[in-house]
């Protein structure tokens, strides 16, 4: 890596969190497999039973129209996502049909955790998972950062380098 690439993932103290531009990727492909499936389970047997089209067709019609529509459900929703770090917590906003505004304030953080999948460690992302005191959204998580962002916010929620400072 660069220097500076290393300089472009690192994280303010407050401001946006960066989405690490494979998480679009991922999410494309999450939803297109969803979406396909949603409209190949009920469309195939319908064309098979009313003998609308040849078996090809009824199968592949809607797996691309599903792919398609995943994947501009996955363009809209990563344009519409936003973490952001702020002095007293963190704020999320998500959503494409419904959205939502999810503030976490500093006070309520217990504990964080940095998780990463295989190919999360190949493309240099973590999700953070922000686990705060009572009962209703006891767990947060934020996918798909880059790892130095994603350690940087655990460092900044848990102010672990105002700890090691004043040690």
């Known amino acids: 890596m660069t220097e500076s690439n290393a300089n472009d993932l690192s994280t303010p103290r407050i401001g946006l969190l960066p989405l690490h531009p ?24 319908l064309a098979v039973a ?19 529509l995943g994947a501009g459900y996955a363009r809209r929703y990563a344009a519409l996502y936003s973490a952001t770090s702020l002095a007293d917590g963190v704020l999320i906003r998500s959503g494409v049909w419904w959205r939502g505004e999810l503030f976490v304030p500093r006070a309520r953080i217990q504990h964080t955790e940095i998780q990463q999948g295989p190919l999360d460690r190949r493309w240099g992302m973590a999700s953070v998972s922000i686990h705060t005191a009572g009962t209703r959204l006891e767990s947060i998580k934020l996918p798909g950062l880059p790892r130095p962002v994603a350690e940087s916010l655990r460092d900044v929620l848990l102010d672990r380098e105002a700890h090691a400072d004043g040690a």
């Open 22 to 45: 494979r998480m679009r990727t991922v999410w494309t492909l999450a939803y297109a497999s969803l979406y396909a499936l949603l409209l190949t389970l009920p469309l195939v047997p």
């Open 50 to 68: 009313f003998d609308l089209l040849p078996l090809p067709l009824a199968f592949l019609l809607p797996v691309v129209l599903g792919c398609l």
